[in-house]
């Protein structure tokens, strides 16, 4: 964690229900599913010490139908059911739910009004469709409603009071958040009163409550930094609870400033760096002016990087850095990005 107000933000206690969002492209799904692998460890480390022994368990939310977890786990891909999809050293376990809007809305229909079979044959005709599609109100409620009755189930076994220790969402876009979480506002023209209702609000009160952070997940580029920026202002004024920014991808800084400053403007010295090179008989002009122009670059992306940083530092909500993971997102790469966030504090 990179902000002067790390320590009042460790491990986010009391903190239950995760909610990553972030710009399309930023990796928002492979940050959940570190965070999930974070606060699994974490959770397992704590049981040893404190407690019975149990196994603990973190949930993994999908609510957009991409089966992005599947893929991000290498799993087959997820029924409308919760599934075991990784452990983590000391025995915790990430278990990972599409959430489907057409499957939430019966188990829904059934809960509240009995229709049993009648609400399969809504389905064949094509009923269910309609409702998720015409009202998207009703569609988001669903979908943070099955979330949130993970949040609040309880257990029934010694030593555990809820079925899951964390539960982590996976959610739209920056772009959609504050529509998507904001259920209560969506479902107001629709029903003002019964099951919808009551269901909004049990939904609004653990999204407004300490239990519940929402992340932000950004690259070190303009756009998702401002997406970022005006997200968590919209959080804000919405009353919803602002987690931490989660920034990714990023890259070991390996010249000094002055020496950045220098490379950006002027370019790397070839003279120098061909110094360099033949000390290990690679001071081959191709060779230099290859390695000369991707110093160069690297120079110019680090200082922009360090600007928008800098803009980022300027809101309260605390920075968590991850690195550029070069060989691409696979479990050992999820790993690191896991250890980087609970180092920093984020799990």
């Not at 229709?115 to 979908?143: C, E, S």
């Not at 997406?227 to 390996?254: K, W, Y």
């Not at 090179?277 to 230099?288: H, M, T």
């Amino acid at each position: 964690m990179t902000t002067a107000d790390s320590a009042a933000a460790k491990d986010w206690p009391g903190v239950r229900l995760h909610v990553v969002t972030g710009k399309g492209g930023t990796g928002k799904t492979t940050v959940a599913g570190s965070l999930a692998l974070a606060l699994a460890s974490r959770a397992a480390t704590r049981r040893r010490a404190t407690g019975p022994a149990r196994t603990p368990r973190v949930l993994l939310v999908e609510v957009e139908g991409r089966q992005g977890l599947a893929q991000l786990f290498d799993a087959p891909p997820l029924p409308y059911e919760e599934r075991r999809v990784a452990t983590v050293p000391g025995g915790g376990e990430v278990w990972a739910l599409a959430i489907d809007p057409e499957q939430a809305l019966l188990e829904y229909l059934d809960m509240f009004y009995k229709l049993g079979a009648a609400a399969k044959a809504l389905k064949r005709f094509g009923a269910i469709d309609f409702a998720t599609t015409v009202a998207p109100g009703i569609r988001d409620v669903l979908l943070t409603g099955k979330t949130c009755e993970a949040v609040r189930r309880r257990a029934h076994e010694e030593g555990r009071t809820f079925h899951y220790d964390a539960v982590v969402m996976d959610a739209p876009p920056t772009g959609r958040i504050i529509r998507f979480l904001n259920v209560n506002s969506e479902v107001s023209g629709l029903a003002r009163m019964g099951p919808i209702h009551n269901q909004a609000d049990a939904v609004m009160r653990v999204l407004t409550s300490a239990q519940t952070a929402v992340h932000f997940v950004t690259l070190l580029e303009e756009m998702p930094v401002q997406e970022t920026l005006d997200g968590i202002a919209e959080l804000h004024e919405a009353g919803l609870p602002v987690g931490g920014i989660m920034v990714n991808q990023a890259r070991d800084v390996v010249l000094t400033e002055a020496q950045l400053k220098r490379a950006a403007s002027e370019g790397v010295d070839r003279a120098e760096l061909g110094s360099g090179l033949s000390e290990v008989g690679l001071d081959r002009p191709a060779i230099v002016d290859a390695l000369s122009a991707l110093a160069t670059e690297h120079a110019r992306r680090v200082l922009l990087e360090q600007e928008q940083r800098e803009s980022l530092s300027d809101c309260e909500a605390p920075i968590y850095e991850l690195p550029l993971l070069n060989d691409g997102v696979d479990r050992v790469g999820l790993d690191r990005l896991a250890a980087a966030l609970k180092n920093q504090g984020a799990a």
